[in-house]
């Protein structure tokens, strides 16, 4: 797999600044890269830790100014991707098509060129889009339907009736359409409600390795096209998550909430069941959110709170050594009134 710099650098349309005759056995990311690999600097931030690194070459930008032999690109985290790729060519699986150790339904339908791998259940009435790959140990329930270009990973399961569009990734473990927790108590008992709805996921998403996603009481539970969900994230039932929204790991958010478009979730971000949450609105790592947020907001902290509001809090509470140690001297003063009249 040993290719020379100036061979990289046709690879990437790049512009080569050092010896072409180069030999580069491999690349990795600049903490890892040792002598005769290729790394990445992506930006003149990078710069310090580029100069300790132990790599032989690096993909750039035209940002900075760099010592060893390096490929000038305009984007170097895609160049730096291609090359990786060469060094680590992804595996291509084979189609397989169905079988023979993965159970399909005789009433699910499966279009053309799906791959069903060993140990996938395929139950009634099932219904799979063309080259769609449904990997080992999957469980599609009942009245599911799988758009076309799609991919369901190991373990998945969809509860009956979910629905998933086209070009679609679901990563292992990850459990769509499962009841939500909801109960009313009655006689001292927590009885459960009813789960008659079902998980409607858009086309072009990506879901995170165990996912949960629960259905609708009696509608759906919707996610939007394009948005992309971390691992480890909760979305309760009766939501309706928007277009192109961005959860990341951890997130949970409680039943009957709604977001607008371009809504970006930081890691741990918990939100409150019943609210609504306007377009583009972002908020940041374990925001704990109270209350509705209208559009174009940005908000962090628990409660969340906008920017403005927190740092004038965080200023606020900076001060608060400074003004106890205040207030106890006061408090010495008052306790001590002779001694003050004394010194006066």
Same mark, same amino acid.
């Given at each position: ?21 180069l ?14 690999e ?26 900075f100014a ?45 279009? @053309?060129?799906?791959?069903?791998? /060993?140990?996938?259940?395929?139950? !009634?009435?099932?219904? #799979? $889009?063309? +080259? &769609?790959? =449904? *990997? ?11 758009? @076309?270009?799609?991919?369901?990973? /190991?373990?998945?399961?969809?509860? !009956?009736?979910?629905? #998933? $569009?086209? +070009? &679609?990734? =679901? *990563? ?12 009313e ?22 879901i ?13 539970t ?12 909760m ?13 990341c ?6 039943g009957?909430?709604?977001t ?7 890691g ?12 583009r ?36 509470m ?6 106890r140690?205040?207030?106890?001297a ?11 009249n004394?010194?006066?």
């Amino acid at each position: 797999m040993k290719i020379s710099l100036g061979e990289i650098a046709t690879l990437v349309n790049g512009r080569l600044c050092g010896d072409a005759s180069l030999i580069i056995s491999g690349a990795d990311i600049l903490r890892d890269a040792k002598v005769g690999e290729i790394t990445l600097a992506s930006s003149a931030a990078m710069a310090d830790e580029l100069a300790k690194t132990s790599a032989s070459a690096v993909v750039v930008s035209n940002e900075f100014a760099v010592e060893i032999s390096h490929i000038v690109v305009d984007d170097p985290q895609a160049a730096f991707a291609q090359v990786v790729a060469h060094f680590r060519p992804p595996y291509h699986r084979v189609n397989i098509g169905i079988s023979p150790h993965a159970f399909v339904s005789p009433t699910a339908r499966i279009a @053309e060129a799906v791959n069903i791998y /060993p140990g996938a259940r395929i139950e !009634e009435d099932v219904q #799979i $889009g063309a +080259r &769609t790959t =449904i *990997h080992a140990g999957a469980h599609i329930m009942p009245g599911c339907c799988i758009g @076309e270009d799609s991919v369901v990973g /190991p373990n998945v399961v969809f509860y !009956e009736r979910t629905l #998933i $569009g086209s +070009r &679609t990734i =679901i *990563h292992g473990g990850v459990v769509l359409g499962c009841h939500g927790f909801s109960y009313e108590q009655v006689d001292g008992k927590h009885i459960a409600g009813e789960q008659l709805g079902n998980t409607v996921i858009g086309d072009d998403v990506e879901i995170g390795a165990n996912t949960t996603i629960d259905r609708g009481t009696y509608g759906s539970t919707t996610v939007g096209e394009g948005t992309k969900i971390d691992n480890l994230v909760m979305i309760g039932h009766n939501c309706r998550i928007g277009r192109h929204n961005i959860i990341c790991s951890q997130v949970g958010i409680a039943g009957s909430v709604t977001t607008g478009d371009y809504v970006v979730m930081g890691g741990q971000v918990g939100i409150r069941d019943h609210l609504n949450i306007g377009d583009r609105t972002a908020m940041g790592a374990q925001s704990g959110i109270m209350h509705h947020l209208g559009d174009d907001q940005t908000v962090f902290g628990s409660p969340a709170r906008s920017i403005r509001e927190q740092m004038s809090m965080i200023a606020a509470m900076q001060k608060l050594p400074a003004l106890r140690k205040q207030v106890l001297a006061l408090q010495r003063m008052i306790a001590q009134p002779d001694k003050n009249n004394e010194a006066a």
